[in-house]
């Protein structure tokens, strides 16, 4: 029997959609691991990628690449005439919602894209929008882009509706890998000439220390006046390009800044605007103007972002915090322009307003337009390819410059929130806990566990969680608090889990049921079952994507466009109206994980004997986990429900042993801990 009718008399429900997947991880495995030799398959990809081509060369080089060429006149050899390569051979690789984007990428010998094909993915909750990178509308769009292209996501490329971390990924990982095979095989291109130049300005500038960039005009100090008398401490710094805008405000600044730019406007260059001093009102954006000519260009909120809090980069410690007005395109760079800001004081003409002319250095110029570097900055008898490549970050120090520290300061006071509220078991606290992780973690930020990360994990490693602070973060804290007390994220740190405690709070208590001892007995390895069946598809079938069918807290949180997904997570929350916790008990496969780690968690909860005949703990269990003296601790969330009430003797251990003994004298007390 062949593999195929195997898979379709073994699936039938699955059959259609299991074959379309094998027959792609066909054509896409010689190439996605490197397997020697190119099969039918492999070339009909790779003929996708770069039509024009009429053959191909295996795999080699260093970078590697694959070769391809155009057709041989007679008697003589086929012109080589672009190169394709996979990104996963240019490391590091970008990180999508959760996990690498591989993509392979056909390059002309001028550095034009002839196409490309995405190879694997795996998103997290993206996924639940549909295969976008599988459509034609978001690749066809790198058709016919050049090397030298900004590949931003917004303005060069249009991206995906709520997946712009995806967008961004796919993007950013297309153009590192494209120029870096410029830089070794196209060597006599434009794209090749620019980058020399522009790496050659970006180490001039770097070795600048922040007064000498004063010196330069990059860095132009802005004081101003207000009408109270008190001082607005502005600086004005030019940072057109990724390379000026990492330099002056690091990586994931710029970055972030950037994505939101591309946003908002279609085009423009950033301007960078410290901001300090002691002034009795806040800056605000809307008195910013840039004036050029007789022409007045006012700065709309939109084209103004956040940019950090100066932590980073050459502006770290000089001001308090940084935004960013993105120029209209009407302005020429080349020329000077004068920053205006209103003060609030009374003006009857234009000198009265604060203002401050800035004009763009030729070394900035220079880079921001890709033309060599002017010879007066070049070294003396030196050349514009004299200087060594940048040193790679290594994997803690490119974490830490990339962090995101504004979630990673709500992050630690939630963590705050939740360990004091579990320490110091406050019912009240704990409240505080659920609200603010429903809110931040769930609807707004959007950074929570799902068990895609365990099989992600699984299959590509920890390396993953790392290029991710805050998400690393959470991680390192879940597995902490469950291996010391068990369950702690399921209490506090999951929005779902959240969600179900407000719903059991705020819904009538007469619709509370209960299912039958023994149906639940059975039903909470459902959970066991689910997860199991989601690490084997992920390592047997790694293109199935299927957790999202499980887990309708991304459903929620992402507003999923799926129908079916809608109808799974309503009919979740029916259950959960009428059974406490009823996904937690029953569904969940990232608690049935936390649930076997938890089994060696050596602080348990502390029972005495008068739970031997007290049901009061029992019924206030959310998750059913105990049984009077008995608690199954991988059931367990760690809601401190049952060691309240033994602090405050809510129920029969108000009464002593003694007491206890002689109103039920056929009992016969045993230790319990």
């Known amino acids: 029997m062949s593999f195929r009718s195997s898979v379709k008399n073994l699936f039938p429900p699955l059959s259609h959609f299991l074959l379309s997947t094998f ?23 790779l003929k996708g990628v770069m039509p024009a081509a009429q053959s191909f060369a295996e795999k080699s080089g260093e970078p590697p690449v694959y070769k391809a060429f155009g057709e041989a006149p007679a008697g003589g050899e086929a012109p080589l005439i672009g190169y394709l390569f996979e990104t996963p051979d240019y490391p590091p690789e970008e990180i999508g919602y959760s996990a690498p984007i591989q993509v392979l990428v056909g390059m002309d010998l001028e550095g034009i894209l002839t196409g490309i094909k995405v190879l694997y993915y795996r998103e997290s909750y993206m996924s639940i929008r549909g295969d976008f990178l599988a459509t034609e509308r978001f690749p066809f769009q790198f058709k016919g882009m050049s090397v030298s292209d900004g590949f931003r996501v917004g303005r060069d490329v249009d991206g995906v509706s709520r997946a712009t971390l995806t967008s961004w990924a796919t993007s950013r990982g297309i153009r590192n890998a494209a120029r870096r095979v410029a830089r070794a095989y196209l060597s006599d291109s434009d794209f090749a ?9 970006l180490q001039l500038l770097e070795a600048q220390s922040w007064d000498e960039m004063k010196e330069s005009g990059l860095v132009k100090d802005f004081p101003i006046v207000l009408e109270d008398g008190s001082e607005l401490n502005l600086t004005i710094a030019f940072m057109g ?29 950033m301007v960078l605007i410290g901001i300090d001093g002691n002034a009795s009102s806040p800056f605000r954006q809307e008195r910013l103007a840039v004036m050029q000519g007789e022409e007045v260009y006012s700065i709309e909120r939109r084209r103004f972002v956040y940019v950090g809090s100066a932590d980073a980069g050459k502006i770290e410690g000089k001001v308090r915090f940084a935004g960013a007005m993105v120029l209209d ?14 003060t609030g004081v009374e003006a009857t003409n234009l000198e009265d307003i604060a203002q401050v002319e800035y004009q763009v250095p030729p070394l900035a110029l220079a880079l921001a337009q890709g033309r060599p570097v002017p010879a007066e900055f070049l070294p003396e008898g030196g050349s514009r390819n004299d200087f060594s490549d940048f040193e790679e970050e290594g994997v803690f120090e490119s974490l830490i410059n990339n962090a995101q520290w504004s ?9 705050a929130l939740v360990m004091t509220a579990f320490l110091r078991k406050s019912s009240a606290i704990r409240w505080v806990a659920l609200a603010y992780t429903l809110g931040y973690l769930g609807f707004y930020n959007g950074t929570f566990l799902s068990i895609s990360h365990i099989t992600n994990g699984i299959k ?9 602070l805050p998400l690393l973060l959470i991680i390192v804290f879940t597995i902490v608090t469950t291996l010391f007390w068990g369950r702690v994220f399921c209490s506090s740190l999951c929005p779902f889990g959240a969600l179900q405690d407000f719903m059991t709070r705020i819904l009538p208590r007469k619709w509370q049921r209960e299912l039958p001892q023994a149906i639940h007995d059975k039903a909470i390895y459902i959970k066991y079952g689910i997860l199991a069946m989601l690490i084997i598809t992920s390592l047997t079938y790694s293109e199935l994507s299927i957790f999202q069918y499980f887990e309708p807290f991304g459903t929620l949180f992402y507003f999923s466009q799926s129908v079916l997904l809608w109808v799974i997570l309503l009919g979740i929350l029916l259950g959960s109206s009428m059974i406490s916790r009823f996904y937690c008990r029953y569904a969940c496969p990232l608690g049935a994980a936390l649930g076997v780690m938890a089994l060696i968690s050596p602080w348990r909860i502390t029972r005495v004997q008068q739970c031997q005949v007290c049901k009061v703990c029992e019924r206030g269990c959310p998750t059913g986990a105990i049984r009077m003296a008995e608690i199954d601790f991988k059931e367990c969330v760690r809601c401190d429900v049952c060691e309240i009430k033994l602090i405050a003797k809510s129920g029969v251990c108000k009464h002593s042993v003694e007491e206890v003994k002689a109103r039920h004298k056929t009992w016969e007390p045993i230790a319990v801990s």
């Open 241 to 269: 390009t990724e390379g000026l805008g990492d330099l002056m405000v690091g990586t994931a600044d710029y970055s972030r800044a950037d994505r939101e730019a591309s946003n908002r406007v279609a085009n423009g260059n």
């Open 329 to 342: 395109e009407a302005i020429d760079l080349a020329q000077p322009f004068t920053v205006l800001y209103d």
């Open 460 to 468: 590509l490693g920890p390396s993953m969680f790392l290029s991710d």
């Open 193 to 201: 000439a620019s980058d020399s130049s522009g790496a050659t300005a």
């Open 407 to 415: 979630e990673v300061a709500a992050l630690l006071v939630l963590f």
């Open 23 to 45: 027959t792609v991880l066909a054509l896409v495995a010689p190439i996605a691991y490197g397997q020697a030799g190119l099969t039918d398959e492999d070339l009909q990809l």
